[in-house]
């Protein structure tokens, strides 16, 4: 895990008043000691009506989340919690954050012909093989063009949205982390044209483009994906998009998710694309979100 940025004390960097935060870890997370209920009481308190938890789940033996809890626990501890805070100002979505590769492919059709959720986005993060291990990443970039770097990454990328499983793909660009330090925001700006095969497989495969506001807190300091590509994503015809501030802690709980807004917005956007259950529904971006405080909108 590359090292969070300080949080500034005395700010407080968790959005309110925004009608949805759709990716949230609990303590049914192999990383997030969070019990339900605090998330709930933070939406209350911030005035955010809907949210969706999204424990993960992972198919590699050696990944953290794999079989770390069953579906049939997570279950009832989602919706016995929805059933608790139902009319106390919060509704609580039944999700997950399913980590895709090709290697495991069938098992994630698997487990999605087998297990009802509300919500799925699927994500691709660091899998055991990939030359993005902090352990490898050096000597995998040294004589690689940017292209041959991120083509292991948008593969994927590409291959889980071509599934058509996924209600969303979650924090497309992570990998601009696991590039950290050796390839910067800046580098990968002057190529934003290499995200663009997986923006169209994205918007061809109908699903959801998650902006993802963890990024802000991590070196680089911009949503997963950027303005910039929020931006081009609407450009070439997508139409879909949803917020998630993929909090892992109590204190990241919406974390920046203004600023998700706030892109959103400034790309033109009026609707998020949500799934609730049997339902997909599109859900009013806030006309106010404070676009004045995004700093950089386009290229
Ligand atoms: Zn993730
Ligand atoms: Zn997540």
Request: glycine share 6%; charged share 25%; hydrophobic share 35%.
């Given at each position: 895990m590359?090292?969070?940025l300080p949080?500034?004390?005395?700010?407080d960097?968790?959005a309110?008043?925004?009608?949805?935060?759709?990716h949230?870890?609990?303590d049914?997370?192999?990383?997030?000691s969070?019990?339900?209920?605090?998330?709930a009481?933070?939406?209350?308190?911030?005035?955010?009506?809907?949210i969706?938890?999204?424990?993960?789940?992972d198919?590699?033996p050696?990944d953290?989340a794999?079989?770390?809890?069953r579906?049939e626990?997570r279950?009832?501890?989602?919706?016995?919690?929805?059933?608790?805070?139902?009319?106390r100002?919060?509704?609580?979505r039944?999700?997950?954050?399913?980590?895709y590769?090709?290697?495991?492919?069938?098992?994630?059709?698997?487990?999605?012909a087998?297990?009802?959720?509300?919500?799925?986005?699927?994500?691709?993060?660091?899998?055991?093989?990939?030359?993005?291990w902090?352990?490898?990443?050096r000597?995998?970039?040294?004589?690689?063009?940017?292209?041959e770097?991120?083509e292991?990454?948008?593969?994927?990328i590409?291959?889980?949205?071509?599934t058509?499983?996924?209600?969303?793909?979650?924090?497309l660009?992570?990998?601009?982390?696991?590039?950290?330090?050796?390839i910067?925001?800046?580098?990968?700006?002057?190529?934003?044209?290499?995200?663009?095969?997986?923006?169209?497989?994205?918007?061809?495969?109908?699903?959801?483009?998650?902006?993802?506001?963890?990024g802000?807190?991590?070196?680089?300091n911009?949503?997963?994906p950027?303005?910039?590509?929020?931006?081009?994503y609407?450009?070439?015809?997508?139409?879909?998009?949803?917020?998630g501030?993929?909090?892992?802690?109590?204190?990241?709980?919406?974390?920046r998710?203004d600023r998700?807004?706030?892109?959103?917005?400034?790309?033109g956007?009026?609707?998020?694309?949500?799934?609730?259950?049997?339902?997909?529904v599109?859900?009013?971006?806030?006309?106010?979100?404070?676009i004045?405080?995004?700093?950089?909108?386009?290229?």
């Open positions: 590359t090292a969070n949080e500034q004390p005395g700010i960097q968790q309110r008043n925004v009608p949805l935060d759709a949230l870890h609990t049914q997370s192999p990383d997030s969070v019990p339900i209920d605090l998330y009481a933070e939406a209350v308190e911030r005035g955010i009506p809907e969706a938890i999204t424990d993960h789940v198919f590699d050696r953290p794999y079989r770390y809890t579906y626990d279950e009832r501890t989602v919706r016995d919690a929805a059933e608790r805070w139902a009319g100002g919060v509704t609580i039944f999700g997950a954050e399913l980590t590769n090709r290697l495991w492919d069938a098992d994630v059709r698997d487990h999605l087998k297990h009802r959720y509300d919500y799925v986005i699927g994500s691709v993060h660091d899998w055991p093989e990939s030359p993005y902090e352990s490898r990443v000597s995998f970039i040294a004589g690689r063009t940017l292209e770097i991120l292991p990454y948008y593969t994927e590409i291959a889980a949205a071509r058509g499983l996924f209600d969303t793909i979650g924090h660009d992570v990998v601009r982390r696991y590039l950290y330090p050796y910067t925001t800046a580098d990968l700006a002057k190529r934003e044209d290499l995200q663009e095969p997986a923006l169209q497989a994205i918007i061809e495969s109908g699903a959801v483009l998650e902006v993802n506001s963890s802000l807190r991590y070196p680089g911009e949503t997963y950027s303005a910039a590509v929020v931006a081009r609407r450009e070439l015809g997508g139409e879909r998009v949803v917020v501030s993929d909090a892992h802690s109590r204190g990241s709980f919406a974390a998710l998700s807004y706030a892109h959103i917005a400034a790309a956007f009026e609707a998020l694309t949500f799934r609730r259950g049997e339902q997909r599109r859900i009013g971006v806030p006309r106010d979100t404070p004045s405080t995004v700093d950089a909108l386009h290229t």
